[in-house]
């Protein structure tokens, strides 16, 4: 059985994805390493963007960790075939329901961040977004040709009980060992799923929570409590379209969107799929500049939930952490390492 698929995926998915081959290669080199082509470059080699027998290898795989895919290459090719229709076929397949995305504040970082030193200092912020329902899913969906002219666009958001019900509980859970705080996130005010979520969040908190401090807040209050005062959340649980736009937002307040790993994780003992929550960014693809860290960390949140190493994930937190304490910056950090050099940084202090 493979311990660890990677799936390098387009742009820089492939450059920082090599340092976690090296960080992993020298902090468990008992780990079985395999590897996949994932994304545009998958499709342009088998015309998918995941082929079967990848996604076969990444249910079998302990613990599957993407670099990123997508570029503007592919932005013609048909909907199901693009990257990122790939990426949401692996999430479904794998049934990994819960995409955890701490936003951590590391203290030599403080400065990094976009907001005053003393509004995040000591941030320590999980993001708990749904990752298989919702609005990316939902049917109908697609743009038709209207009689008259024109054309008309649909996307359905749909939750039922059971999908709400899940996630929660694993925010819910997450906070019992944390801070013991649950901020859920919605529009229960415009929206019918949004008013379900609140019902649903309610209900499980009252029957099995209650120890748990539950505050419910609208997603676009949100957004802003989350660039004003980001220390008042613990964990914070969401659908998947918010989740995915207050965990860009929350990644910056850490310093930059190259610092913010996930953990998409399914029911207990099937394998996690971690990823950067960055993207490919065309804009530096190629150029070497990458900051791997978000890689780096994914892979520290893979030994932690899938791989039965929190021994080897906090030894290499720590890597992390003095890496920077030393010095270590990419230029989205305000340096001038590349993205090996970053690499040899964190290696240096394993
Ligand atoms: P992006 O995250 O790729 O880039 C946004 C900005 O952040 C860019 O300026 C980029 O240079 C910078 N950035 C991102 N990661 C960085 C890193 N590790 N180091 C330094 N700077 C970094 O978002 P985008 O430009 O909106 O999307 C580009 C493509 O990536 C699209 O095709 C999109 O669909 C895809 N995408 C994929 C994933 C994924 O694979 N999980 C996530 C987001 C976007
Ligand atoms: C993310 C990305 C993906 C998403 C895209 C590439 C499908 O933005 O992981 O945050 O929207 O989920
Ligand atoms: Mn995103």
Redesign the pocket.
């Given at each position: 059985m493979t311990d660890l698929l990677l799936l390098p995926g387009d742009g820089i998915g492939p450059e920082v994805t090599a340092q976690v081959r090296r960080v992993a290669e020298k902090i468990a080199p008992d780990l079985t390493i395999d590897e996949r082509d994932f994304g545009g470059l998958s499709y342009d080699r088998h015309g998918v963007p995941v082929t079967d027998e990848a996604v076969a290898a990444a249910k079998s795989a302990r613990a599957v960790l993407m670099g990123a895919?997508?570029g503007p290459q592919w932005a013609s090719a048909p909907r199901d075939r693009r990257p990122?229709a790939g990426?949401?076929r692996l999430r479904t397949e794998m049934a990994v329901f819960a995409n955890l995305r701490p936003a951590l504040c590391f203290l030599p970082l403080a400065d990094a961040s976009s907001l005053k030193r003393d509004r995040i200092e000591g941030l320590d912020f999980m993001i708990v977004r749904e990752l298989t329902g919702g609005v990316y899913f939902g049917q109908p969906r697609g743009i038709e040709d209207l009689p008259g002219g024109g054309r008309r666009g649909v996307d359905t958001q749909v939750y039922t009980t059971a999908e709400i019900e899940r996630v929660a509980r694993v925010a819910f859970e997450l906070a019992r060992g944390r801070r013991n705080k649950v901020h859920s996130a919605e529009k229960s005010n415009v929206m019918e799923t949004g008013l379900l979520w609140r019902q649903v969040v309610t209900d499980l908190h009252r029957r099995e929570y209650a120890d748990v401090e539950l505050e419910h807040i609208l997603a676009d209050n949100a957004a802003m409590q989350i660039v004003k005062a980001p220390k008042q959340f613990d964990v914070m649980v969401t659908d998947n379209l918010f989740g995915?736009i207050l965990?860009d937002a929350a990644a910056q307040l850490t310093g930059s969107l190259g610092m913010l790993p996930s953990a998409a994780l399914g029911v207990p003992g099937s394998p996690g799929l971690y990823?950067p929550?960055h993207?490919s960014a065309p804009d530096i693809a190629g150029k070497g500049i990458a900051n791997p860290l978000a890689a780096i960390l994914s892979f520290e949140m893979a030994l932690r939930w899938s791989l039965g190493r929190a021994d080897l994930a906090d030894a290499l937190f720590k890597a992390v952490e003095a890496a920077l304490e030393a010095g270590a910056r990419t230029p989205d950090l305000g340096g001038s390492m590349t993205t090996v050099q970053m690499g040899d940084a964190v290696l240096a202090k394993l």
């Open positions: 895919v997508g990122e990426l949401l995915d965990s990823e929550i993207g």
